[in-house]
């Protein structure tokens, strides 16, 4: 059970949009900035998102962040098959002092 | 271009030790906290732990606390995870990874670790 807490999958048409929750406490997404990653079948995670709501260079604008409060959110427009992916959050536990990932979403583009 | 390979990964029984490295290229290793995340089969991320870039400061998952030391040498842009005391659920693939201040930016292609008898 992850601290931080995902929905395990999501699903979506080509085409459409999607967005992934990610929902912490005071000591991790409410006092440290969230980011997220894509893990590609078979493949290490990349950085899609960070400090919230930045794209690190190659990122496209389909990819977006938010953060509100305890709880943070990634979106996805435009979705394409080559998006199936796990996706997972990320932040800071500043009671904890440990990094936290989420357990992860796995999207489907039907 | 960064790059982060990890080595040292292979089968070894439980109450083993391994030595996982890995070797940085194509930034300034010594600017950077580094950090090591696992992923079990079918599992999601977990951390492990991370480093100061002068090793003045470390931080460690509770389940490895005592069992794991992270270290690194800046002379040679490389990390080392010693493993002791390996258990069944330490069985993962081992990413290193580097942190830039509040994002783990880049990572390694991982190297597998499976504790078994």
């Known amino acids: 059970q992850s601290v931080l807490t995902q929905p395990p999958s999501e699903s979506a048409a080509p085409g459409q949009k999607v967005t992934i929750s990610c929902s912490g406490g005071s000591s991790n997404i409410g006092n440290s900035y969230v980011s997220w990653y894509q893990q590609l079948p078979g493949t290490a995670p990349k950085l899609l998102i960070y400090?919230?709501?930045k794209r690190p260079s190659g990122i496209p604008d389909r990819f977006s962040g938010s953060k509100s409060g305890t709880s943070a959110t990634l979106g996805i427009t435009g979705l394409q098959t080559g998006d199936e992916a796990d996706y997972y959050c990320?932040?800071?536990?500043?009671?904890?002092?440990?990094?936290?990932f989420g357990g992860g979403t796995k999207l489907t583009v039907l | 271009e960064v790059q982060l390979v990890e080595s040292g990964g292979g089968l070894v029984q439980p109450g083993g030790s391994l030595r996982l490295s890995c070797a940085a290229s194509g930034f300034t290793f010594s600017g950077y906290w580094m950090t090591w995340v696992r992923q079990a089969p079918g599992k999601g991320l977990e951390w492990v732990a991370n480093?100061?870039?002068?090793?003045?400061?470390?931080f460690y998952v509770d389940s490895v606390k005592g069992r794991f030391t992270f270290s690194r040498d800046n002379a040679k842009k490389s990390l080392y995870l010693q493993m002791d005391s390996l258990r069944a659920e330490d069985t993962a693939v081992y990413y290193c990874a580097r942190t830039a201040n509040t994002a783990i930016d880049y990572w390694g292609q991982g190297t597998l670790v499976t504790v078994s008898s």
């Open positions: 480093i100061k870039q002068d090793e003045s400061e470390n």
């Open positions: 990320g932040t800071w536990d500043t009671s904890l002092s440990v990094w936290l």
């Open positions: 400090e919230n709501n």
